[in-house]
């Protein structure tokens, strides 16, 4: 028996009807997603290798907790099998961005940002529910990761000493993971465009494997950065970004009015967002090194490993000159270092397809 037809059986024991019919939607190597037929209607199964994994804890805690995300149908942990409401084919935001339709796609991430946000802001309530589902596993701290990749990045790339004013603004950026139900929300966390699927009733979000309690900043610079994890990053037109972090900023506000209250709240954008770029620094820094030449998936126009940490050291230095000035300098001395070792090879990286004819 194949490993597809084994899930089908197990997912119709879980489920309690016949699943069949089974169409292999790809995503990544960590798990087996499939769209499958029941006598009244399709849904998806996802299939991890087992149900102690993190991944698959994660995305049972989040569809629990979360509105605007697929409705769980079955769970069989033993096997670490979900089955899930099926949301159709509708494109993703990813598609709309490398799309041809600039209207589309402008319009399409402003639903998108307005959708997570709406999300994000409506999840406090859900904070205890998740985290019962979650069980005992631990918060992700992302400024963990981030202090890797800044120590990569001063003894691996640049060759400099530690520094006292970036052990401090590291400090300052591990303060937002202090839990605090001001600023909490659950977020699917990987909220990258390729993981949001259009329907006829909005944006509805995908793959909670990451799901977890975090600072509702970390979600923000996803749109000022923007998508602040993901491969789908390309140069965004003037204005965009700004738009997408000024739409989020105001639903999030009907939700959470003390949290987005100025000047804290683009000061916690900032500081997450440096969290992120120097997280990524560490998850990627290797692939650029051997100079790896697609981030997303196979068939998919994506940024190389070093356009993308390029791209993302330049705009860190610019942005952060205010709120976090030794890491935007130690950002500005990685591109710098970028364009002298890697030269053509972590070039610009062009704009979204939708909108090229900007330039």
């Not at 290798?49 to 907790?65: C, I, K, N, Q």
Request: hydrophobic residues 45%; negative net charge.
């Amino acid at each position: 028996m194949t490993a597809v037809d084994a899930t089908c059986v197990l997912a119709s024991a879980a489920l309690g009807v016949r699943v069949s019919d089974p169409q292999t939607l790809g995503g990544s190597d960590r798990s087996l997603v499939l769209r499958c037929a029941t006598p009244t209607g399709a849904v998806v199964v996802k299939k991890y290798p087992d149900g102690s994994s993190s991944a698959f804890a994660r995305e049972v805690a989040g569809l629990t907790a979360l509105q605007r995300t697929p409705d769980l149908l079955a769970v069989d942990r033993a096997h670490g099998l979900i089955v899930m409401s099926d949301l159709g084919t509708g494109p993703t935001l990813a598609d709309l961005l490398l799309g041809d339709d600039r209207a589309a796609a402008w319009s399409g991430a402003l639903a998108w940002v307005e959708g997570l946000a709406d999300t994000l802001g409506r999840s406090p309530a859900a904070i205890p529910a998740f985290e019962d589902a979650l069980g005992d596993l631990s918060a992700d701290e992302p400024s963990a990761a981030a202090r890797t990749g800044a120590r990569m990045l001063l003894d691996d790339v640049l060759g400099l000493p530690a520094d006292p004013g970036l052990d401090a603004e590291l400090d300052l950026i591990g303060t937002l993971d202090h839990r605090d139900p001001a600023s909490d929300v659950v977020s699917p966390t990987d909220t990258c465009p390729d993981n949001a699927v259009r329907t006829a009733g909005g944006w509805r979000f995908l793959d909670l494997e990451g799901a977890t309690v975090h600072h509702a900043a970390y979600d923000a610079a996803y749109a000022a950065m923007p998508f602040s994890t993901c491969w789908c990053v390309f140069d965004p037109p003037p204005g965009f970004t700004d738009e997408l972090l000024d739409r989020f900023t105001t639903t999030l506000g009907t939700h959470l009015p003390d949290l987005v209250r100025e000047p804290g709240w683009a000061r916690s954008v900032d500081v997450a967002s440096a969290s992120w770029i120097l997280a990524m620094t560490g998850w990627l820094l290797l692939g650029a090194d051997e100079d790896r030449q697609r981030t997303g998936p196979v068939g998919v126009s994506s940024p190389t490993y070093r356009q993308l940490l390029t791209t993302r050291w330049r705009w860190g230095a610019v942005r952060l000159r205010s709120t976090l000035p030794v890491v935007a300098g130690l950002l500005g001395s990685a591109a710098a270092w970028a364009d002298d070792e890697w030269g053509t090879s972590a070039a610009p990286v062009g704009p979204y397809r939708a909108f090229a004819q900007d330039e």
